[in-house]
């Protein structure tokens, strides 16, 4: 009892820290970009006092000192990406890819394969890669100018200053989320995923065109589905998960955060429920945790493999294009790897026939 009254203690002083927050004023300060007046923000020095703090590992005791923090300065942006919220309509898939600001060899590649900006079979697909920052002193800021010079030849990648880690991905995603809110609202469905994840945004189109009913302003959230999922407790997991951060001993459904698919009606709900709800360190579960607060569910999708798929023989090409040609994401491919997939699916000459698909299963982590 002891130990729940203290928790308690720090998520009542976390959500009134959040509300003082969110009681902050925007302020313009060119015609066409927004920048926050936040507050640098401070440790909630009170989060030591929860049970057994000291003996947690210093990432976790950074994330509980750190976790009411939800406003960065932006120090990349592209506040007319989408045409202006109000035209942002236009926008068919928003492609919404997390990228750390070393991953420089990756957004190459997707910028040239499934990630190009382009118009496929009458709609636009547009492009956006999200990231903090990382190291410090001349590192960090040898980083920050490459994006920065990213920036100029694609305009394509917003950044805050924060720091771009693992226990930070659903702080990556709040952030982007109020972005959206702002200078995208109407954009009708995103692809929300890792750098290292093949997309093939060509089946993505077509499926979602194929849509009864649903031009983007009703729900829809697919991927590789988990259920029945709880917080790990390992301590030695990089995952890890203390009673201190989640005391419940389960997740509601989520979709794997390597990828997903969601309407923009979704993605702002998403948004809305999360102001008032508790960040987590794990983004997928977070996404799940605010969905069931709205009262909706995801949905798998079997062409959504984030374990990638587990071809029939040792003996044949494991990257043959044509296990891969009829999917959506597969997560976890080298550059290189997805450089040369993207082109071989889209060969002209490709020929695959049902043989060579036989005995081929999917991995799934359900």
């Known amino acids: 009892m002891k130990k729940e009254v203290k928790v308690k203690e720090h998520k009542d002083h976390e959500n009134s820290s959040l509300?003082?927050?969110?009681?902050?004023?925007?302020q313009t300060i060119t015609k066409n970009s927004y920048v926050y007046s936040w507050p640098r923000c401070q440790q909630n020095m009170s989060a030591a006092n929860?049970?057994?703090?000291?003996?947690?590992?210093?990432?976790?005791?950074?994330?509980?000192?750190?976790q009411h923090c939800r406003h960065f300065p932006m120090l990349l942006d592209i506040p007319d990406k989408c045409g202006g919220a109000d035209r942002?309509?236009?926008?068919?898939?928003?492609?919404?890819?997390?990228?750390?600001?070393?991953?420089?060899?990756?957004?190459?590649?997707?910028?040239?394969?499934w990630a190009k900006?382009?118009?496929?079979?009458?709609?636009?697909i547009?492009?956006?890669?999200?990231?903090?920052t990382m190291d410090s002193g001349y590192e960090k800021k040898r980083l920050n100018k490459l994006l920065e010079l990213e920036q100029r030849e694609y305009n394509d990648i917003l950044q805050w200053d924060f720091s771009d880690s693992f226990y930070n991905l659903t702080l990556k995603q709040i952030l982007f989320l109020e972005w959206m809110e702002r200078n995208c609202p109407k954009a009708r469905f995103l692809l929300n995923g890792d750098d290292d994840v093949f997309a093939n945004t060509d089946n993505m189109v077509e499926?979602?065109?194929?849509?009864?009913?649903?031009?983007?302003?009703?729900?829809?959230?697919?991927?590789q589905e988990l259920k029945n999922m709880g917080p790990i407790r390992s301590p030695g997991s990089k995952y890890?998960?203390?009673?201190?951060?989640?005391?419940?001993?389960?997740?509601?459904?989520?979709?794997?955060?390597?990828?997903?698919?969601?309407s923009g009606y979704t993605a702002l709900v998403i948004y809305n429920m999360s102001l008032s709800t508790t960040i987590h360190p794990i983004d997928d579960a977070y996404m799940g945790m605010c969905l069931a607060k709205a009262g909706l569910a995801p949905a798998p999708h079997i062409g959504v493999q984030l374990a990638g798929l587990n071809i029939?023989?040792?003996?044949?090409?494991?990257?043959?294009?044509?296990?891969?040609?009829?999917?959506?994401?597969?997560?976890?491919?080298?550059?290189?790897?997805?450089?040369?997939?993207?082109?071989?699916?889209?060969?002209?000459?490709?020929?695959?026939?049902?043989e060579k698909k036989k005995g081929l299963t999917i991995v799934c982590c359900t």
């Open 50 to 66: 929860v049970t057994d703090f000291n003996k947690l590992p210093g990432h976790i005791q950074d994330f509980l000192y750190y």
């Open 312 to 354: 029939p023989s040792s003996k044949v090409d494991g990257y043959d294009p044509c296990y891969y040609k009829d999917m959506l994401l597969v997560h976890r491919f080298l550059p290189t790897h997805m450089y040369l997939m993207w082109y071989r699916i889209h060969d002209p000459n490709l020929k695959c026939d049902l």
């Open 117 to 124: 900006e382009r118009l496929h079979n009458g709609v636009w």
């Open 19 to 26: 509300k003082g927050i969110q009681d902050n004023i925007r």
């Open 88 to 113: 942002s309509a236009e926008v068919f898939l928003l492609l919404v890819i997390k990228s750390s600001p070393v991953n420089y060899d990756r957004r190459e590649v997707l910028r040239k394969t």
């Open 207 to 223: 499926y979602l065109k194929g849509l009864v009913d649903n031009d983007g302003s009703k729900h829809l959230f697919i991927g």
């Open 126 to 132: 547009r492009r956006l890669f999200i990231s903090g």
């Open 240 to 262: 890890f998960i203390p009673v201190q951060v989640h005391e419940s001993d389960s997740y509601p459904p989520y979709c794997g955060g390597g990828s997903f698919l969601l």
